[in-house]
């Protein structure tokens, strides 16, 4: 008879998802991110990261946590650890996805390590995506996500060790200054029942934060939305980005780039304090 499962055991599951490059979501996107886009249309090839959009999350509510999160156990391994965020990610972009196609995304657990950090256990997993469409694979993703313990009596939800300090050499900029509504309209797009993002009272008094929390993805995008406005027409070959601190919806921030050369940019967001909150790098298409 076998024991019971161990987190490490959840290494290399995996789940096979299908969906379409619908016009809807990305026509509502193109709105959230305030851009002036045609109609999108047929054949029309989609915005990088916006893949998002697609493969969503169908739990039922009643398989839903008290964080609006799906009850663990499923694809993602059960840690005990309640807080849950992304933490990076890392994308190679092989040929455009394009609206009406046909995908399927396989995802993999692919490595899951615990530690004890200076504010407590932590816990890391590794999901990777490849994401195909009529023409094969598309786009291959890395997905990090960190788990963190309870805020304490005291809440102190930002890392203890002292924050960075944002470059400020930047060659190009754009001020965001993020409300509810933003969140929720991204909140909505993506199907995400994460209360941090639109729960006033649950993020202050449950999680510790000072504000609504500003989606990590959100700020991804937004970051290669800065580069797609700096550069119209230049084409991503592998994109990458760190969360090093939270934003919140208190306090507006700025996306940053600069260009090491012609291929290759640094994206970064910083928050109203001067501190990095995410770290980007972005190759482009020779």
Known sequence: MSGALRIEDWIDRETVATDRVHAAPVRALAATLDRDDPEPREG??????????????HDRQSALGEDGHARRG???PPIALPRRMWAGGRFEFIRPLHIG??????SRIADIQTKTGRSGPLAFVRVEHAIAGAEGVALREEHDIVYRAAPTSKPNPTPAADPSLAPTDEHFARAITPDPVLLFRYSALTF????????????????????????GPLIATLLVDLLRRERPGAQLARFS??????????????????????????????????????????????
């Open 44 to 57: 029309d090839a989609l915005a990088p990261l916006w893949h998002w959009l697609f493969f969503l999350p």
């Open 74 to 76: 499923g694809f993602l």
């Open 101 to 106: 196609e046909a995908v399927t995304r396989t």
């Open 192 to 215: 995400n029942g994460h209360r941090i993002h639109y729960d006033r009272s649950y993020v202050r008094e449950v999680e510790g934060y000072p504000g609504l929390v500003v989606h």
């Open 241 to 286: 980005f760190r969360a090093l601190q939270p934003l919140f919806d208190t306090a507006p921030f700025a996306l940053c780039g600069r260009d090491a050369d012609s291929a290759n940019l640094s994206l970064w967001a910083r928050d109203a304090k001067g501190c990095l909150a995410m770290q980007a790098d972005a190759v482009l298409v020779a």
